[in-house]
């Protein structure tokens, strides 16, 4: 959480740097929220991107943010992000993943800033597509229900973490990558409405809890006990040896993504007018011992 409060820090501190030359924009939005990891999904093998998108286990996302304006084409946005995120192989039909019967929801904190490039604008000057790439950096705690109580699943080191020599607890912590691209509806002067699809790239494979191979459960049993082992093992599956140790649990070779379908309101902040790209006011003339001038530069 401290290097999250940096990261907040830091882009107020940028925001304050530029106000005075800049438009700013007041951002207030909310989200559906979707978990592409290990648990869940489609029938095929997991792939961690949109077509393995499991409507079933759709959460929420509320955002808060500011936007300064460069000109019509560039504008810096930052973000906090409140989000839940969770990821159930009882709502896949592929055959593995589903026997394997693990579940996990959490809550998602974040802070992140991005770029955005306005890419195209309306004849009207009403609508506006975008682009946006940036990075930010948030916390995470994945929890299960196990006969109707909550555990916080990193605390039991399902995947061995306090039972084989090495293995450390994952970071609860870890840094993502937004990108994503958007649509501006201009609604007055100074308002207007964002639609976006708004993606992450973490660089942990642990929101779910799960990454690599199933250890031995007496391992388990002995570091934290029977509560480990039933966690860690939940299978269902018609497989023999299906979560013997050594057998796949998850897969380390793809980090754990989450992204946002994003409804927002956005207003321009003090006397500031088209500084978001609607092209809304007219450059001045520069005049010339109080003529106007014929050439600009």
Known sequence: ????????????????WSAKAQTIDFIAGASTSHFLGDLGGKPFLGTNDLQDLDILSTRYAITTGLRINMGRTFAFRTNLWYARVSGDDKYTRNRERHGRNLNFFSSIYEADAVLEINVWRSADRKKIFYVFGGIGYFHFNPKTKLNGQTYELRDWGTEGQYAVPGKSPYDLNSV????????????????????????????????????????????LISAKGPTAAALADRNISDIPGFSSPGSIRGDPKDMDSYFFFSFSYNITLGAGRGGYGFGGSKRPRNNINGKRKCFEF
Not at 1 to 16: G, N
Not at 192 to 216: A, G, H, P
């Open 1 to 16: 959480m401290i290097r999250l409060c940096k990261c907040v820090c830091f882009a107020l501190l940028l925001i304050s």
């Open 176 to 219: 993502c990558f937004p990108f994503g691209f958007g649509y501006k509806l201009k609604l007055s002067k100074r308002e207007f409405l964002t639609i976006e699809v708004n993606s992450r790239k973490s660089q942990t494979d642990y929101i779910d809890d799960v990454s690599t191979r199933y250890v031995d459960p007496n391992l």
